[in-house]
């Protein structure tokens, strides 16, 4: 018998609940509550609704005593995969109650119904690709990453003219031109040439997969505002380079994952072509444009969807029958041809603004090409649960995503570092956990920072006053030497807990060699190369080569350890190896007991105090993080 819990019901205790968090269709899941006996309960109903739909009732059957508690079993199998919620009601001596979810998956029985149970059932036959969550993932803002020569202006039919910047170390553009407008048109050069320059410095990294922001042709300098899907821009190369690119990347034993905008064109397209600068006749300029059915006029040609209400990013139609089959379903569809050219999956901008059905009609075809190709979704909250657009989003049922962007996890650690408790953290992090199939929490891309976040390395250091600059004073801001010394040790913390968690961690270009930036364009200036913090990214590489070669780091079950306030404990497990991590953000030495024989820090050499059998005590001091390898238990 497991250790019962000391509430009527805990979710995420396998002895009130069998198997943990999400389960596959098909699969006899065992509910067990532990009433006090004190109560004097006489039945227990467990109510479970597939979502949307109405609670069907499963009554509870008495299975005898657990000390001073009753227990009641019921076994339920979900026959399709959706998303379920659950709760309890119990008849007792004092009258009904209601049993709801409280804090951290235990019960609160309460006279009124409260919170539900989430239980997420996905289809079993369906395997997310796991090669993602084992590795480290690299994400590089293409025009901002390396050149292998000075810009010029690309002579290609719908290139408006650009802004150059000879000097790789500008500052990005940021003011607004004549017009109020700020066009994002100014271009350092990135190429994909000079991505493969430095491939072995991304090897030295343990990189294992390449994830880009878009690439192809586009008016902007981030080419959101796609210009023709079928084109690499030429500012950065050409197909062939492309292809060269993903071969000597295979050779280095990496995968390269392109950004998907699917959701919106740009203004300057072939598709929309507002500007005329393509030769092809665009929905702007005639409704008899092979495109016209893919927007959402209004009042053609000037009143349109777009996205955010931004008039340079026409919204398309996913449901449109001519743009599925151009962007999916055709042989030479934009999804195929890029993985048939080299690539191994697509990251799909705002996926939360793209149909269910079109990301289940992606993700199929995207298999059919490439039976391994993963799917990434940019999803900011808990993708589970997710409802946009007044819909609830099935995500995770099985054919959908195989990942998403771990924004959750992101602000835990941010929350952890900024004065947050190890609690809380622990609190959020075990509920994506229950909500989330185990190959998709296995397989998450974990973040920090990103191209629409402000630089790690700010946020941990700046003031609340400096925040409140005018966007003169954020385009010129650097952090001053000693708060730049207390951020680089919390951005230490940051990349532990990043790389130590489960999921692919995934650096964003520049966070290792010590960028700084507020928000866009600040956060997307070029890489530094010769100027890199030198003590920082060797940290980074340390912390790289652990990840890379452990498989305890990538594979093993993770637990969380008593978390209290400013000290963080958790351990991975797998087979007969355990690591525990343990992160001090506090500003007084934290110790931590620990049940094992020995243990040895596989970050940097340090001793820990050995007393027989009360096991290791463990002296953390401030804002430091271990990582241990331990030997033996009590």
Same mark, same amino acid.
């Given at each position: 018998?497991?250790?019962?819990?000391?509430?009527?019901?805990?979710?995420?205790?396998?002895?009130?609940?069998?198997?943990?968090?999400?389960?596959?269709?098909?699969?006899?899941?065992?509910?067990?509550?532990?009433?006090?006996?004190?109560?004097?309960?006489?039945?227990?109903?467990?109510?479970?609704?597939?979502?949307?739909?109405?609670?069907?009732?499963?009554?509870?059957?008495?299975?005898?005593?657990?000390?001073?508690?009753?227990?009641?079993?019921?076994?339920?199998?979900?026959?399709?995969?959706?998303?379920?919620?659950?709760?309890?009601?119990?008849?007792?001596?004092?009258?009904?109650?209601?049993?709801?979810?409280?804090?951290?998956?235990?019960?609160?029985?309460?006279?009124?119904?409260?919170?539900? *149970?989430?239980?997420?059932?996905?289809?079993?036959?369906?395997?997310?690709?796991?090669?993602?969550?084992?590795?480290?993932?690299?994400?590089?803002?293409?025009?901002?990453?390396?050149?292998?020569?000075?810009?010029?202006?690309?002579?290609?039919?719908?290139?408006?003219?650009?802004?150059?910047?000879?000097?790789?170390?500008?500052?990005?553009?940021?003011?607004?031109?004549?017009?109020?407008?700020?066009?994002?048109?100014?271009?350092?050069?990135?190429?994909?040439?000079?991505?493969?320059?430095?491939?072995?410095?991304?090897?030295?990294?343990?990189?294992?997969?390449?994830?880009?922001?878009?690439?192809?042709?586009?008016?902007?300098?981030?080419?959101?505002?796609?210009?023709?899907?079928?084109?690499?821009?030429?500012?950065?190369?050409?197909?062939?380079?492309?292809?060269?690119?993903?071969?000597?990347?295979?050779?280095?034993?990496?995968?390269?994952?392109?950004?998907?905008?699917?959701?919106?064109?740009?203004?300057?397209?072939?598709?929309?072509?507002?500007?005329?600068?393509?030769?092809?006749?665009?929905?702007?300029?005639?409704?008899?444009?092979?495109?016209?059915?893919?927007?959402?006029?209004?009042?053609?040609?000037?009143?349109?969807?777009?996205?955010?209400?931004?008039?340079?990013?026409?919204?398309?139609?996913?449901?449109?029958?001519?743009?599925?089959?151009?962007?999916?379903?055709?042989?030479?569809?934009?999804?195929?041809?890029?993985?048939?050219?080299?690539?191994?999956?697509?990251?799909?901008?705002?996926?939360?603004?793209?149909?269910?059905?079109?990301?289940?009609?992606?993700?199929?075809?995207?298999?059919?090409?490439?039976?391994?190709?993963?799917?990434?979704?940019?999803?900011?909250?808990?993708?589970?649960?997710?409802?946009?657009?007044?819909?609830?989003?099935?995500?995770?049922?099985?054919?959908?995503?195989?990942?998403?962007?771990?924004?959750?996890?992101?602000?835990?650690?941010?929350?952890?570092?900024?004065?947050?408790?190890?609690?809380?953290?622990?609190?959020?992090?075990?509920?994506?956990?229950?909500? *989330?199939?185990?190959?998709?929490?296995?397989?998450?891309?974990?973040?920090?920072?990103?191209?629409?976040?402000?630089?790690?390395?700010?946020?941990?250091?700046?003031?609340?006053?400096?925040?409140?600059?005018?966007?003169?004073?954020?385009?010129?801001?650097?952090?001053?030497?000693?708060?730049?010394?207390?951020?680089?040790?919390?951005?230490?913390?940051?990349?532990?807990?990043?790389?130590?968690?489960?999921?692919?961690?995934?650096?964003?270009?520049?966070?290792?060699?010590?960028?700084?930036?507020?928000?866009?364009?600040?956060?997307?200036?070029?890489?530094?190369?010769?100027?890199?913090?030198?003590?920082?990214?060797?940290?980074?590489?340390?912390?790289?080569?652990?990840?890379?070669?452990?498989?305890?780091?990538?594979?093993?079950?993770?637990?969380?350890?008593?978390?209290?306030?400013?000290?963080?404990?958790?351990?991975?497990?797998?087979?007969?190896?355990?690591?525990?991590?343990?992160?001090?953000?506090?500003?007084?030495?934290?110790?931590?007991?620990?049940?094992?024989?020995?243990?040895?820090?596989?970050?940097?050499?340090?001793?820990?105090?050995?007393?027989?059998?009360?096991?290791?005590?463990?002296?953390?001091?401030?804002?430091?993080?271990?990582?241990?390898?331990?030997?033996?238990?009590?």
């Amino acid at each position: 018998m497991k250790e019962i819990p000391n509430c009527m019901f805990h979710s995420r205790e396998l002895a009130c609940k069998t198997p943990y968090g999400a389960a596959p269709a098909g699969e006899v899941i065992e509910f067990s509550t532990y009433p006090r006996r004190e109560r004097g309960t006489e039945h227990i109903t467990l109510w479970i609704e597939r979502d949307g739909c109405e609670a069907v009732a499963y009554p509870m059957r008495w299975y005898g005593l657990c000390g001073a508690r009753d227990r009641y079993c019921v076994s339920f199998t979900p026959a399709e995969p959706g998303l379920y919620w659950y709760y309890f009601t119990m008849d007792t001596a004092g009258g009904p109650r209601f049993v709801s979810r409280g804090y951290g998956g235990r019960s609160e029985i309460i006279d009124t119904l409260g919170d539900k *149970y989430q239980l997420t059932v996905y289809d079993p036959q369906y395997r997310p690709p796991g090669w993602f969550g084992e590795g480290i993932t690299y994400n590089i803002f293409p025009d901002r990453f390396c050149r292998d020569k000075l810009p010029v202006q690309p002579e290609a039919e719908g290139v408006a003219p650009r802004v150059l910047h000879e000097n790789w170390d500008d500052l990005p553009v940021y003011k607004p031109d004549e017009h109020g407008e700020i066009l994002n048109n100014d271009f350092f050069g990135g190429t994909l040439r000079g991505v493969i320059e430095k491939l072995d410095y991304l090897e030295s990294l343990r990189v294992r997969t390449l994830y880009f922001n878009p690439i192809f042709q586009a008016y902007s300098n981030h080419r959101y505002d796609t210009g023709d899907y079928k084109k690499i821009d030429p500012q950065l190369g050409d197909e062939e380079d492309f292809r060269m690119l993903c071969s000597e990347a295979e050779k280095r034993g990496m995968r390269v994952i392109l950004d998907g905008v699917f959701n919106h064109t740009g203004y300057d397209s072939r598709y929309f072509n507002a500007r005329g600068r393509y030769d092809s006749v665009g929905a702007h300029q005639s409704q008899d444009s092979p495109y016209y059915s893919w927007f959402d006029f209004q009042k053609w040609p000037d009143k349109y969807g777009s996205w955010w209400g931004i008039y340079t990013l026409p919204q398309v139609r996913e449901d449109d029958a001519s743009y599925i089959d151009y962007i999916i379903e055709n042989e030479d569809s934009v999804i195929r041809r890029w993985l048939r050219l080299g690539a191994s999956g697509w990251r799909l901008d705002v996926a939360d603004e793209l149909p269910d059905a079109f990301i289940r009609r992606l993700n199929a075809a995207a298999k059919r090409e490439k039976p391994d190709a993963l799917i990434v979704g940019e999803v900011w909250e808990d993708a589970s649960n997710k409802i946009a657009y007044s819909e609830r989003r099935t995500y995770f049922q099985g054919g959908e995503l195989d990942s998403v962007m771990n924004y959750p996890l992101r602000e835990a650690i941010l929350g952890f570092l900024g004065g947050g408790t190890a609690e809380h953290f622990a609190e959020r992090m075990e509920t994506v956990r229950e909500n *989330y199939p185990r190959a998709v929490f296995y397989n998450l891309m974990n973040i920090i920072g990103t191209h629409d976040t402000p630089r790690a390395l700010t946020i941990l250091g700046v003031s609340d006053e400096e925040w409140k600059m005018d966007r003169d004073g954020r385009a010129h801001y650097t952090l001053p030497p000693d708060r730049l010394e207390s951020a680089k040790r919390r951005l230490k913390l940051a990349a532990v807990i990043q790389f130590t968690m489960p999921g692919s961690p995934t650096i964003y270009y520049g966070d290792e060699a010590g960028k700084q930036g507020f928000e866009d364009p600040f956060n997307r200036g070029t890489y530094p190369w010769g100027a890199e913090d030198a003590e920082l990214l060797e940290f980074y590489r340390t912390l790289c080569e652990q990840r890379d070669r452990s498989e305890t780091l990538n594979r093993g079950e993770l637990r969380f350890l008593a978390c209290e306030g400013a000290l963080l404990q958790y351990e991975r497990c797998y087979g007969q190896s355990r690591i525990v991590v343990l992160v001090n953000r506090g500003h007084t030495t934290a110790r931590a007991p620990i049940d094992a024989l020995y243990a040895a820090d596989i970050l940097s050499p340090v001793e820990f105090d050995m007393h027989g059998d009360q096991g290791v005590i463990a002296s953390v001091p401030p804002e430091t993080a271990y990582v241990l390898r331990c030997f033996g238990t009590l």
